[in-house]
């Protein structure tokens, strides 16, 4: 079946640092998202992705679609504790369900 | 739009009992998911809708779990009879799929534990 390996699996990072994480897969994909899940709550939209090469940004979070199709990588700029939970990345494929990487934990220190 | 509704948003049960949980997708979407999640394995697509009729049911995990979207604005899934391991926090998420854009949008989580 299709897999997105996402990595890394945690960071603990200082507040004002720049952020980096990125998922793989075998399979290519027509469409990459990333999510934001904080405690107790589902998943929530960060960016949403539709062609390869593509490159979007959202206040401090830019996110682009690999050029082969089957990678994405999401930056954070300057983070900040609130910025703290856990991202996923999702890949899907046109009228097919959502593939979800396994998360990365992220963690800021003040 | 108020966004996905589930619930309840906690449920705890006693091994053997059955159980329902329920979603209100975004008014206007034609795909359903629901999703489990557990620290060991993630989120896990158990089985999703297009226009009320299930598609893929690959993920459900036996012939215990069941779901049923009797029309647009409405799904269950239902466990019976419920079992500890399967305490997890249970999503839905629906969106539209118009051309490439598929913006899948979650509801808060039903979080279920079977004592």
């Known amino acids: 079946g299709q897999q997105l390996n996402q990595s890394p699996q945690s960071m603990f990072i200082q507040e004002g640092e720049d952020v980096s994480m990125n998922c793989t897969s075998s399979?290519?994909?027509?469409?990459w998202l990333w999510y934001k899940q904080d405690p107790g709550e589902g998943p929530v939209l960060l960016i949403a992705l539709y062609k390869a090469g593509e490159l979007t940004s959202n206040g401090r979070l830019t996110a682009q679609f690999g050029i082969t199709r089957k990678d994405s990588f999401l930056n954070i700029s300057a983070s900040i504790p609130s910025d703290v939970g856990i991202y996923f990345c999702a890949g899907q494929r046109y009228g097919n369900k959502l593939v979800f990487g396994a998360g990365t934990i992220l963690r800021v220190k003040s | 739009d108020a966004g996905v509704i589930q619930s309840p948003r906690h449920e705890v049960t006693e091994m053997g009992q059955e159980v329902t949980l329920r979603c209100k997708p975004i008014s206007g979407h034609d795909y359903l998911f629901w999703y489990r999640q557990t620290m060991m394995r993630g989120l896990e697509l158990l089985i999703y809708?297009?226009?009320?009729?299930?598609?893929?049911d690959s993920g459900m995990p036996e012939d215990r779990f069941s779901a049923k979207m009797p029309n647009a604005s409405f799904s269950t899934l239902k466990i019976q009879p419920s079992e500890p391991r399967d305490s997890a926090v249970y999503f839905c998420?629906?969106?539209?799929?118009?051309?490439?854009?598929?913006?899948?949008?979650f509801g808060q989580g039903t979080r279920l534990t079977v004592v």
């Open positions: 399979s290519i994909f027509n469409t």
């Open positions: 998420a629906s969106t539209h799929l118009v051309r490439e854009n598929t913006e899948a949008f």
């Open positions: 809708f297009n226009n009320n009729v299930p598609i893929d």
